[in-house]
């Protein structure tokens, strides 16, 4: 198949060709004839599938301006969940539109207000926004009464994140009649619930099977105990020489002392995450990419708009809270069929997390020690008997206060509910 098959016109066959893109991707083929034949859209297809190009390409084909009106109003809105995201697809609509006039405007938070507006009253086609300032634009009285095409991007995440208020208060804002392509990395009740709220007679693409990660990654876990994985994966990094390496934790405050760990050991870091502003977030990204950086410590906020070409590892320091998120972070990694490694760091504390995330993505992944690196047995043995007490202690205490139908504790029950309290809440 073809590009120039699937009905893309030709001032974009030209972008394609420049951007190195050959041959169209699965959901690429699948979706375009769809978008350009103006059906609504359900897709579920993962990080790394060629997904912007596969809304971005028909959306801008179908919207392409006859006119370079100020009065025009904006006629397609993409929405993402994070600054980075929307920075990157907002990039790849530029490097798509670029023989074409199309006005293209980024309409993040934590950049000022007032100069966006600005470019807003020049007149533009499509913008490209995160929920939250999308609606104070709307508030400020942008009109979104023209709008003919809605792309909700990342669905999964926006749920997530808190977003269904913003997106429930912004959808009534277009015009009864027009076009939504939902696109999500999993799938969930959630999303299928938004789904009947936003698509009409939608047509579903699965570019991939659910909840699976991409083939062209080499998984595995390293067993691990907790105090020795900073120095673990300083080894890792210094001894396989990884020029660039994607690392994840799962609070803010572990990924400030990592760095700082890393560092003594003479790492060159950088680190991105929900407490650094936009421009540091942008900067410290722009070095990673150049290889000034060689490790790039990220909580999950942050490694959704990550789009790194040739991106080899991730490892991941901390499962995270949300399994549906491991998918996404190694995802980073064996774009668009490259071959790329994830590997995740375990202690005996996550053993219970991996096992949620080898459910969810319907594999197993391999589970080995570095050599000079393997868990104390003495550590798990102590854990067996902590469980082990706690759960006489709960014994004696049903035995006295009879309460109705007490849940049977059982050590993994226990265990799940020592996950839950330690969990942090997500940045
Ligand atoms: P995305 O899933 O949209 O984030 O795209 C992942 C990566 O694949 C990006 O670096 C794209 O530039 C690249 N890409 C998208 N479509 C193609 C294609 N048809 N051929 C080669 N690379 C592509």
Redesign the pocket.
């Known amino acids: 198949m073809s590009f120039e098959k699937l009905g893309v016109m030709k001032q974009l066959l030209g972008a394609i060709n420049d951007?190195?893109?050959?041959?169209?991707?699965t959901v690429?083929t699948r979706a375009i004839p769809l978008v350009l034949a103006k059906s609504d859209i359900f897709a579920t297809?993962q990080?790394?599938?060629?997904?912007?190009?596969?809304f971005g390409l028909p959306m801008i084909q179908r919207l392409r301006a006859n006119t370079q009106d100020e009065n025009r109003e904006i006629r397609g809105v993409i929405l993402s969940p994070t600054r980075e995201l929307s920075m990157?697809i907002y990039e790849?609509m530029k490097n798509f539109a670029k023989y074409m006039d199309l006005s293209i405007a980024l309409l993040v938070g934590g950049k000022d207000i007032e100069s966006q507006q600005k470019i807003l009253k020049k007149g533009v086609d499509i913008v490209i926004a995160t929920p939250g300032r999308m609606l104070e634009h709307a508030e400020a009285n942008l009109s979104l009464k023209s709008v003919e095409i809605f792309v909700l991007d990342e669905a999964d995440r926006m749920l997530d994140m808190g977003f269904v208020k913003e997106i429930r208060k912004i959808h009534p804002l277009f015009p009864k009649r027009h076009q939504t392509l939902l696109f999500s990395a999993t799938y969930s009740e959630k999303v299928r619930k938004l789904s009947k709220l936003l698509l009409t007679k939608p047509a579903f693409i699965e570019a991939a099977k659910k909840n699976t990660t991409v083939d062209t990654i080499n998984q595995k876990v390293y067993l691990v105990d907790r105090e020795r994985k900073a120095e673990l994966l300083a080894y890792i990094i210094g001894s396989r020489n990884y020029r660039q390496v994607l690392v994840f934790t799962k609070t803010k405050a572990s990924a400030d002392e990592l760095v700082i760990e890393l560092k003594k050991d003479g790492l060159k870091c950088g680190i991105i995450h929900g407490d650094k502003t936009q421009a540091n977030r942008s900067k410290t990204l722009a070095q990673f990419k150049e290889e000034k950086i060689r490790v790039l410590v990220a909580t999950d906020i942050a490694s959704r708009g990550l789009?790194i070409?040739h991106l080899p590892y991730v490892i991941n320091y901390e499962l995270p809270s949300i399994p549906e998120d491991y998918i996404h972070r190694v995802g980073r990694t064996g774009?668009?069929g490259r071959n790329g490694e994830a590997i995740s760091l375990i202690d005996i504390y996550e053993k219970y997390d991996i096992k949620e995330v080898e459910k969810l993505i319907g594999q197993k992944i391999p589970q080995e020690t570095v050599k000079g690196f393997e868990p104390d047995p003495t550590i798990r043995r102590k854990d067996i008997e902590d469980v082990k007490l706690k759960s006489e202690h709960k014994k004696q205490e049903k035995k006295h206060v009879k309460k109705k139908a007490p849940k049977k504790v059982t050590a993994k029950s226990l265990k799940v509910t020592k996950k839950k309290r330690k969990t942090t809440k997500r940045d």
């Open positions: 951007l190195g893109y050959k041959n169209p991707t690429q297809a990080t790394g599938t060629g997904k912007t190009a596969a990157q790849d789009d070409e774009r668009a």
